[in-house]
């Protein structure tokens, strides 16, 4: 898909992970009007992605985040905010009909009670997780669902462009790094501690 308008190369990047894999979990499950979302971890690169988009899906978004992040959260859209640093999500009474863990640090296990009846568990990583979903597929009325391999499909890259030119989405940008970086900017983002994306510039007049 074309650059849209108006957008740096540097912006552009931004754009093409995080969204797309929200897209791909977000595209196992039904979301729209009416459909109550969590998302964990809505401050990094899959969850400002999976909170903005679930909002052009008509969904109310409970983003759950740190103390640093809840004014960007709310910034993106979010209808709720936790701060996972004050409360815990599982232990508050509320179930969702969905839970994206954006940040791969959750376990299906240990908050399928905040799912309503019939809801589902969206993960990004852990192999109990995906094991899970092969279960849960035959047992229980709560799911594990997930999109393996994850896809890369030219209609998601046209809908975050449509999205990005109405001004409906914007990709969160932590820092930037020059190439000759990348051991600095790979060692900044395993620190878990980034916002949104990090990215790197390639000069290509050098």
Known sequence: AHLPVGMTFEEAAAVSDGAILALNGLSVVTVGPGT???V???SGA???AGLQLAKHFGAHVTAVTDTRHVDLVRSLGADEVIDYT???FRKNGIQYDLIHDAVGKLRFTRCKNSLKPGGAF???DGFGNFAMALWTRWFGDK???VK????YVKKHVVLLKQLIEAGEYRAVIDRTYPLEDVVEATRYVE?????GNVVLIVDGGS
């Not at 393996?148 to 896809?151: T, V």
């Open 143 to 145: 799911k594990v669902r």
């Open 148 to 151: 393996l391999p994850p896809g």
């Open 46 to 48: 899959i969850g400002t």
């Open 40 to 42: 964990y971890g809505a």
């Open 36 to 38: 109550r979302l969590l």
């Open 191 to 195: 620190t878990g501690q980034k916002t």
């Open 122 to 124: 969206l993960p990004t």
């Open 86 to 88: 004050k409360e815990d």
